[in-house]
């Protein structure tokens, strides 16, 4: 199994930044693509942006031009840069990746999430 450990989230008014780490836990598993999803108050969880290993971006239209996702690829460690922050950006983000065995067994795995919360 990895394990995900994220870090940065917190309270933060409009047009302010925040900086989202994630690092996975050393194990059998490579790390393929990782990125970042969250989850709005009452709504379903959604992409917000996405990395792979070979440093192939995507990113939701709604953050584009405004979060900026990055990896470390020997420290298997994702970070997501968020500036120009609106309150509609305010939910529960989680850090995913995905992991493939010597084997080439695929998994998904998930951070506990990390509460990010925009005031107006």
């Known amino acids: 199994q990895v394990q995900l450990v994220e870090s940065g989230g917190g309270l933060v008014q409009a047009g302010g930044s925040l900086r989202l780490s994630c690092s996975a836990s050393r194990s059998i598993f490579s790390i393929d693509d990782m990125g970042w999803y969250r989850q709005p108050p009452g709504k379903q969880r959604e992409l917000v942006a996405l990395?792979?290993?070979?440093?192939?971006?995507s990113y939701a239209d709604s953050v584009k031009g405004r979060f900026t996702i990055s990896r470390d690829n020997a420290k298997d460690t994702v970070h997501l840069q968020m500036n120009s922050l609106k309150p509609e950006d305010t939910a529960v983000y989680y850090c995913n990746a995905k992991g493939t065995t010597p084997l080439g067994t695929n998994s998904i795995f998930w951070g506990q999430g990390t509460q990010v919360t925009v005031s107006s």
């Open positions: 990395i792979t290993s070979g440093g192939i971006l």
